[in-house]
């Protein structure tokens, strides 16, 4: 697996879009981030320059502005110097809010963002645990093209809160459904009288070492919600992906998602990492 661990990785537009807070209650999850390099770069949009031209470091989102760059994160100064001249930038253009992520974020990582303004705001927990997991108690089969519009109407349901995958239209889906790592048979559906009542999307990192297996989304329709479907529902993916020989999970789960971080930690998923976003005010000049 390659780690990140002396460098300040910021990730792109899709990621930042994706996680706002979720409506507490809700028993959703969906993961952007990817926990490799090359996948990573391909998710979410991250470029390998050096910090000269700031103008090359920003880009406008739904959200603000998204900071990417790459800089040695061991050394504040050299951090809050790139998110200055970055702001610079951002100031320039009309202002508004800045928001990065570092990856795999240690407590020390803050001294330069916030020497330049930025504070921490969200958490991004990546939880793993060993496979095989206890049995799921659900019945699932896989998805195919025929379930596409009632996946969708329940995945726009539990994501209602969710301004990327909330918004999921069947040109959305296709474009997943025609990515290299989809597999429609870790595409499970849990069905109660012909009811899509929830799903749980997996999706394997070959090329992590060992291959990991993810929890790529799962969602339980509002409508049976308080049924205790969330952890069969996760067994049932967690099952899914030991079938298929993978030895290791992992998913990612919003750090103040109380009631999905208390589930997966009686399934016995353990935090691996955090992914840490922060973000500024900036006013025009």
């Known amino acids: 697996m390659i780690k990140f ?19 507490r209650g809700s028993w959703s999850c969906h993961s952007i981030e990817r926990s490799s390099h090359r996948s990573l770069l391909a998710e979410v949009g ?11 470091h920003i880009q406008a989102t739904r959200n603000g502005w998204l900071v990417d760059c790459d800089i040695d994160r061991h050394d504040p100064a050299a951090v809050a110097t790139a998110l200055n001249l970055a702001s610079a930038t951002i100031a320039a253009k009309g202002g508004g809010r800045a928001e990065f992520w570092i990856y795999s974020v240690t407590e020390s990582d803050d001294a330069g963002p916030e020497q330049a303004g930025f504070k921490p705001y969200r958490d991004l927990f990546q939880l793993r645990m060993p496979l095989p997991a206890a049995a799921s108690t659900l019945s699932t089969r896989p998805f195919s093209s025929a379930d596409s ?9 539990a994501f209602a809160w969710h301004p990327e995958q909330g918004g999921m239209t069947q040109r959305d889906l296709d474009a997943k459904r025609g990515e290299d790592w989809f597999d429609p048979s ?36 509002p ?22 020989g993978l030895e290791v999970a992992m998913l990612y789960v919003e750090s103040d998602n109380a009631a999905a971080n208390a589930t997966y930690e009686r399934i016995g998923f353990k935090r691996h990492m955090i992914n840490r976003a922060y973000q500024r005010e900036i006013a025009a000049v």
């Open 5 to 23: 661990a002396d460098r300040l990785v910021v990730l792109g537009e899709y990621l930042v879009s994706a996680f706002s807070p979720p409506i």
């Open 46 to 56: 991250y470029y390998d320059q050096a910090v000269t031209d700031p103008e090359n």
């Open 149 to 157: 519009a009632a996946f969708l109407e329940v995945n726009n349901r």
């Open 186 to 221: 870790g595409f499970l559906l849990y069905e109660v009288a012909d009811q899509l009542a929830g799903f749980c999307w997996t999706r394997v990192h070959h090329d992590e070492d060992p291959s990991v297996g993810e929890i790529y989304a799962i969602a339980i329709d």
């Open 223 to 244: 409508a049976f919600h308080g049924q205790g479907l969330g952890a069969p529902m996760t067994l049932a993916g967690l099952d899914q992906l030991f079938t298929a």
